[in-house]
Nanobody, 118 residues
């Protein structure tokens, strides 16, 4: 089992910045992909950004150039720096990790609210 604890959400005005972090604990060996998803009210959960063990990143088009994902492999911690925030970025942000092995599976954090006011 892997436990994920997110922190850093909150309320910010449009154009502002927020930083999220997600610390993992438990059976963290063989984690390859880490990332962030978000879910706005009435919408499906969507990818925000992912980063693999080698540092390769993938971003949703809507956040490219504004958000930066990074990770500390030694700590199995993933971060999301969000700049130039827009009201449409308002959502619950969920940390995600994928643990590979005989039974590859995903783990999710409890979610942290990000609210961007206009």
């Amino acid at each position: 089992q892997v436990q994920l604890v997110e922190s850093g959400g909150g309320l910010v005005q449009a154009g502002g910045s927020l930083s999220l972090s997600c610390a993992t604990s438990g059976s963290t060996f063989n984690i390859d992909t880490m990332g962030w998803y978000r879910q706005a009210p009435g919408s499906q959960r969507e990818l925000v950004a992912t980063v693999n063990t080698g540092g390769s990143t993938n971003y949703a088009d809507s956040v490219k150039g504004r958000f930066t994902i990074s990770r500390e492999n030694a700590k199995n911690t993933v971060y999301l720096q969000m700049n130039s925030l827009k009201p449409e970025d308002t959502a619950v942000y969920y940390c995600y990790v994928r643990k590979i092995g005989p039974f590859t599976r995903a783990y999710w954090g409890q979610g942290t609210q990000v609210t961007v006011s206009s």
